[in-house]
């Protein structure tokens, strides 16, 4: 099954509409184009809507945010809703700000958002934990982790992606464990942004939101692990991994894959 929605996104080309992190944009569109999908970067208000009408999936990132960016964001959000694409939010740096927990709220609460993407310390804040986050890097959040997802889930009727040594998907139904993935992720700016682009592309062909995530992280994952396997460091695993998103065949993802999956 993840190999086959992979082969659906080769060959329907979704088109991904990002709205995202200045800091990673080129590297979110590039990963998008490796999977086989179409990226498309539309920030302006003037158009997020418009082209939130034409594209298969809306990638929504909070890294870079500002007033303006946000209001483009519930333009594009409500077309997406409208239209009946899936809408993708990369929390990013939820829980370090107050700036950033509002907006991320408020897009919550305006627009309907069909997975949400953050690192621990992120979707334990958006589940109303008492956490700070460190910059955009992830902090403890004593407690469980799967419960708090699957709350999250429950509370917003969305599938639900908490990325670290373990991912974990759930829509509060099914749970997803998936532990593919290699450490220099950790090591270079803008992996976590690059997934949520592989997510947006997953979710633009299959209905089922948390499966599409998990399928995704599965493959990126798989990807990792093989660029990994002859980089010299950060710099050269990078490029590895756009190359290794782009090989990837079956007997790959069949042999590597290393997902877990159980009820909630």
């Given at each position: 099954m993840i190999y086959e929605i992979l082969t659906r996104v080769r060959a329907g080309k979704p088109l991904v509409h990002h709205i995202t992190n200045w800091v990673t944009i080129y590297d979110?569109?590039?990963i998008t184009r490796m999977t086989g999908a179409l990226p498309v970067m539309a920030h302006a208000?003037?158009?997020s809507a418009e082209m939130?009408?034409?594209?298969?999936?809306l990638v929504l990132n909070i890294g870079t945010l500002t007033p303006p960016l946000i209001e483009a964001m519930i333009r594009a959000g409500k077309k997406a809703n409208e239209k009946k694409i899936p809408v993708v939010l990369d929390?990013?740096?939820?829980g370090a700000t107050k700036l950033r927990d509002e907006k991320a709220f408020e897009l919550l609460e305006t627009i309907t958002i069909d997975i949400i993407k953050g690192n621990s310390s992120e979707i334990a804040r958006l589940a109303g934990e008492d956490v700070t986050t460190k910059g955009v890097e992830s902090t403890a959040i004593g407690v469980d982790p799967v419960r708090t997802c699957i709350r999250l889930a429950d509370k917003y009727s969305t599938a639900v992606v908490m990325t670290g040594r373990e991912d974990i998907v759930t829509d509060g139904v099914t749970v997803y464990?998936?532990?593919?993935?290699?450490e220099l992720l950790g090591k270079v700016v803008g992996t976590g942004c690059m997934a949520a682009s592989v997510i947006g592309a997953f979710a633009g062909v299959e209905t089922d939101y948390a499966r599409a995530a998990a399928s995704a992280l599965v493959c990126f994952g798989i990807a990792a692990e093989l660029a990994a396997e002859y980089a010299r460091g950060p710099g050269s695993f990078k490029v590895n991994l756009f190359d290794e998103v782009?090989?990837?065949d079956k007997v790959k993802v069949n042999r590597m894959a290393r997902i877990e999956e159980r009820k909630a």
């Open positions: 979110c569109a590039q208000r003037e158009e939130a009408g034409i594209a298969s999936a929390a990013v740096g939820v464990i998936v532990r593919n993935g290699h782009y090989a990837l």
